[in-house]
């Protein structure tokens, strides 16, 4: 049923610390390979050695430059997955009811057995967190690893997202976000965890935790060197006064 | 968005069908016999080809008889039923009338209004989409009906009828583009709310996740139309417009120049259509920073 169920009994997501992430791509690689070796349609690439490489991913890494009014350009890393949305609207769009929220725990998953590959889930996103499989013609999206959180066959250690267990920096949290005791809860509370185009209405789950301020640049000898650039003498200084004068 | 053919042929062609079907229903033309076979074999042609063109579109079109489960909440499903309900009435409606000569008039009325109701489900699938601002807003259902309507109007032979439609679509088509020209950048979406980095500086892309292109570039930030938009839409006015609207209403009435008349329109039509979508902006292109 793509009816938005009206509670779910956990609110399963990930919380990404824009701080850490490096930027490394391991939980791209992580999530791509996890993806294609277990459950549902593998997530498949075409051309992969040509000029025209492409495929389908479930997680992606961009990168903004954020320029403050004063100091320097700050490098944001910027890990993008779906978010899990409370009020997701690629769910309520779908025909077939292919697209469903899980109740016991808030999971957005896709049963390819019913979907018609339509697009129109991925045209509701507005974090472009679905894609189309360029092979199999079934929508796939993160699952937030629902074959390996649950899987008892898995050392305990292992049983969380693959992007979260492969990241090296720890950038990537996973846990219940409706419980406020949560490790993840506590660490949105902390640090002023945010949604992401909150405008959207889609009322996300995952939380993104905002870059830390960073520290004013300390000079310590500047103030007591001479200074470097001094006025121009002689030739050049006539030159200088001269080519001013020109206006 | 990306201008699929398949999608563009079928809203315009279906739209266009299901309008002359509408017209059909009412009774205007007040026709019987083979002359009301071949205007119901064209309006069923219309509506009926769009809908198979749709499916073209699909990963699995095998299963698209599972797109009638979830009409309690999505449009794509509702617009089945309208569709599939509506063909079968008209269908009941033309059969009466063309083989028994029997006109069911209640039946007829009802075979209108739900083909009213098919145009206003297939815009709703696109008016619903927020992360479309342009499509977002009242002006999409009429614009869809606006176009049914004046298509059909034309195609119905309705000589009086079709010139003032054809005028007010026009006149709506131009405040549409216009209005919709301005509706991304006042949605309040920006790339300052999707990375949610606003409020320490300006945000601009540094790098995309990768060096080609992807299924979410390739489907929601499809630039190449834009460039040129303006010429699209004056070829666009002047074919779905001004040249019916000249034969209709000006020169004497011809059986060639009628066809020409419904070519042209139908021509415009499907080049207006082919900028809806292509004009179209999705707010993930920001993360891709090509908004």
């Known amino acids: 049923m793509t009816s938005?169920?009206?509670?779910?009994?956990?609110?399963?997501?990930?919380?990404?610390?824009?701080?850490?992430?490096?930027?490394?791509?391991?939980?791209?690689?992580?999530?791509?390979?996890?993806?294609?070796?277990?459950?549902?349609?593998?997530?498949?690439?075409?051309?992969?050695?040509?000029?025209?490489?492409?495929?389908?991913?479930?997680?992606?890494?961009?990168?903004?430059?954020?320029?403050?009014?004063?100091?320097?350009?700050?490098?944001?890393?910027?890990?993008?997955?779906?978010?899990?949305?409370?009020?997701?609207?690629?769910?309520?769009?779908?025909?077939?009811?292919?697209?469903?929220?899980?109740?016991?725990?808030?999971?957005?998953?896709?049963?390819?057995?019913?979907?018609?590959?339509?697009?129109?889930?991925?045209?509701?996103?507005?974090?472009?967190?679905?894609?189309?499989?360029?092979?199999?013609?079934?929508?796939?999206?993160?699952?937030?690893?629902?074959?390996?959180?649950?899987?008892?066959?898995?050392?305990?250690?292992?049983?969380?997202?693959?992007?979260?267990?492969?990241?090296?920096?720890?950038?990537?949290?996973?846990?219940?976000?409706?419980?406020?005791?949560?490790?993840?809860?506590?660490?949105?509370?902390?640090?002023?965890?945010?949604d992401l185009m909150p405008e959207q209405g889609t009322k996300p789950v995952n939380k993104y935790l905002p870059p830390r301020p960073r520290d004013e640049p300390l000079d310590v000898l500047g103030p007591l060197l001479a200074n470097?650039?001094?006025?121009?003498?002689?030739?050049?200084?006539w030159l200088d006064k001269t080519l001013e004068k020109l206006g | 968005m990306h201008p699929a053919v398949s999608i563009i042929l079928f809203t315009t062609l279906s739209g266009l069908g299901f309008g002359l079907l509408a017209f059909l229903g009412l009774g205007y033309p007040n026709v019987e016999g083979f002359t009301a076979f071949?205007?119901?074999?064209?309006?069923?042609?219309?509506?009926?080809?769009?809908?198979?063109?749709?499916?073209?579109?699909?990963?699995?079109?095998?299963?698209?008889?599972?797109?009638f489960t979830q009409w309690r909440s999505s449009w794509l499903s509702r617009e089945a039923w309208f569709a599939a309900i509506t063909m079968v009435v008209m269908g009941i409606y033309a059969f009466a009338l063309v083989i028994l000569g029997i006109r069911l008039i209640p039946l007829g009325i009802l075979g209108a209004v739900l083909c009213v109701g098919t145009i206003f489900t297939t815009s709703m699938i696109y008016t619903q989409m927020k992360t479309v601002p342009r499509w977002h807003h009242w002006s999409t259902p009429i614009l869809f009906f606006a176009y049914a309507i004046a298509g059909g109007a034309l195609l119905a032979g309705q000589t009086t009828l079709a010139p003032m439609l054809i005028l007010a679509l026009a006149a709506f088509q131009l405040w549409a583009w216009q209005s919709g020209d301005a509706r991304f950048r006042t949605s309040g979406t920006t790339l300052a709310t999707a990375t949610g980095l606003g409020n320490r500086g300006d945000v601009r892309s540094f790098e995309p996740p990768h060096t080609g292109g992807n299924y979410l570039t390739r489907e929601m930030v499809h630039v190449v139309a834009r460039k040129h938009a303006m010429k699209l839409r004056i070829i666009g006015i002047v074919l779905f417009a001004m040249i019916p609207w000249v034969i209709l209403f000006v020169l004497p009435f011809s059986h060639i120049l009628a066809a020409i008349a419904v070519l042209s329109h139908l021509a415009g039509a499907l080049v207006s259509r082919w900028l809806f979508f292509a004009e179209a902006e999705h707010v993930v292109g920001l993360y891709y920073g090509k908004r």
């Open chain 2, 38 to 67: 071949v205007f119901f074999a064209l309006g069923f042609a219309l509506a009926g080809g769009g809908l198979i063109s749709s499916t073209f579109h699909l990963g699995h079109p095998e299963r698209a008889l599972k797109a």
């Open chain 1, 228 to 237: 470097v650039a001094e006025e121009p003498k002689g030739f050049l200084g």
């Open chain 1, 4 to 194: 938005l169920p009206t509670h779910t009994e956990k609110k399963l997501g990930l919380v990404i610390d824009l701080d850490i992430c490096v930027g490394c791509h391991a939980c791209v690689t992580a999530c791509k390979g996890w993806n294609t070796q277990n459950y549902g349609a593998p997530l498949a690439d075409q051309d992969a050695y040509g000029a025209d490489p492409v495929g389908s991913f479930l997680n992606r890494i961009h990168s903004y430059e954020v320029q403050p009014e004063k100091g320097p350009a700050q490098l944001v890393h910027f890990p993008k997955s779906c978010l899990h949305c409370d009020d997701a609207p690629c769910v309520t769009v779908c025909p077939t009811g292919a697209s469903y929220k899980r109740v016991e725990d808030g999971i957005v998953l896709v049963n390819e057995d019913d979907c018609i590959g339509c697009g129109l889930c991925a045209w509701a996103c507005p974090y472009g967190a679905r894609e189309m499989d360029p092979v199999e013609k079934v929508m796939k999206k993160c699952t937030l690893c629902v074959d390996r959180i649950y899987n008892e066959n898995l050392p305990e250690e292992d049983r969380e997202p693959a992007c979260v267990r492969t990241c090296p920096t720890g950038a990537r949290a996973f846990g219940d976000l409706s419980d406020p005791e949560s490790a993840v809860s506590k660490q949105v509370a902390a640090r002023g965890g945010m």
